[in-house]
């Protein structure tokens, strides 16, 4: 991270100080063997359900399609 900051660049600096604020996530994040990539995947699906229906279905087809799709 030093070598990064005492580089030109602004955009690697922006990474390292936004990484340097919440030191103890990003450790924790790198070191367990735990994933959110599943609840990532069921949450990407409901938004691309909810997308597709935008202006044309309410609340009541999104619910359905969205516990009945696989």
């Keep these: 991270m030093d070598r990064v900051l005492?580089?030109?660049l602004p955009?690697?600096?922006?990474?390292?100080?936004g990484m340097k604020r919440d030191l103890n996530?990003?450790?924790?994040?790198?070191?367990?063997?735990?994933?959110?990539?599943?609840?990532?995947?069921?949450?990407t699906r409901a938004e691309l359900l909810?997308?597709?229906?935008?202006?044309?279905?309410?609340l009541d087809l999104l619910r359905s399609r969205i516990l009945h799709s696989p």
């Design 11 to 17: 955009a690697p600096h922006s990474l390292v100080n």
């Design 25 to 43: 996530a990003v450790t924790t994040g790198l070191s367990t063997p735990w994933s959110s990539g599943q609840v990532e995947g069921h949450v």
């Design 50 to 58: 909810k997308h597709m229906g935008f202006g044309r279905a309410d």
């Design 6 to 8: 005492a580089d030109d």
